[in-house]
């Protein structure tokens, strides 16, 4: 069985998705709000998996003061985001993260699931791989019975999910192209690496225009989508367009 980790931060409005919020027609509480949608489909789709949830949450202490309001609690914020999605709340398993990077922080967890807690294997994940359903997390889980280390490949070389039966050396391993770092790391440890389908990650206002054409082309072909996003994206006024140099660009909010 997989223990898969979610990379959390607390849903506070300036502290999640900013390039979205500065280059993006979204407010910082609207991606708050679209934050607070992908952390629920993606925590979701770990939970009905063949695997064990572990929400990962970025303390008060490891977040800039701009964004620790008085009275934040981080903990706290992020189970009362996912409170209203995961079937058993009050049994879900929230824990700190611990690390100075994004890297830092999912070799930790990782490293300490496999070598002090003895489980079969551990991946890692995080908002932004909406598209992230159970049917990856389950191949993956598939798949590390084979390989030590399973990786699903996002757009522009970066990674939606990582999973391990074996540690790596994870200093700065999700380096730009993030893809080809952890395939290295991978490979100095002596591990088969095997892979799981592309999918867009939401993190860049393109991003975010692929995204809300996927869901409503997936719409058409009759294919799931991720549930709390897509209702966002219903009841915001966003809009793509062609940008003009083969691309995807954003209109309205």
């Known amino acids: 069985m997989t223990v898969v980790c979610v990379l959390a931060d607390p849903p506070r409005p300036g502290l999640v998705f900013p390039d979205l919020v500065a280059n993006a027609p979204l407010s910082p509480a609207a991606a708050a709000e679209l934050y607070t949608a992908a952390l629920r489909d993606v925590c979701g ?19 800039p003061d701009a964004h620790v309001p008085d009275g934040a609690d981080a903990e ?33 967890t990782v490293t300490h699931l ?19 359903a159970r049917q990856e997390v389950d191949e993956a889980a598939m798949k590390l019975r084979r390989a030590p280390v399973v990786l699903g490949p996002g757009t522009r070389g970066r990674v939606y999910f990582a999973g391990f039966t074996e540690p790596i050396d994870f200093t700065d391993a999700y380096t730009p192209p993030a893809l080809r770092t952890l ?35 997936r719409r058409t072909a009759g294919r799931p989508v991720p549930t709390h996003v897509a209702d966002w994206l219903d009841d915001s006024a966003l809009t793509v367009v062609a940008d003009g140099a083969g691309g995807l660009a954003l209109a309205g909010e």
């Not at 063949?50 to 202490?61: A, E, F, I």
């Not at 985001?81 to 049994?91: F, I, M, R, W």
């Not at 991978?186 to 995204?211: F, K, N, Q, R, S």
Request: with cysteine; aromatic share 4%; charged share 25%.
């Open 114 to 132: 496999l070598d002090q807690e003895g489980v079969a294997s551990a991946a890692v994940t995080e908002p932004a791989a909406v598209f992230c």
């Open 183 to 217: 395939t290295d790391r991978a490979g100095d440890a002596g591990h088969d690496v095997d892979y799981l389908g592309t999918l867009p990650l939401l993190e860049t206002p393109a991003d975010l225009a692929e995204i809300l054409l996927g869901v409503g082309t």
């Open 45 to 63: 789709a770990a939970e009905a998996s063949g695997g064990d949830l572990l929400v990962n949450y970025r303390p008060d202490d490891a977040i």
């Open 76 to 108: 706290r914020e992020v189970r009362e985001a996912l409170e209203p999605t995961l079937d058993e709340p009050d049994e879900a398993r929230f824990e700190v993260q611990v690390g100075e990077t994004f890297a830092g922080r999912a070799g930790n």
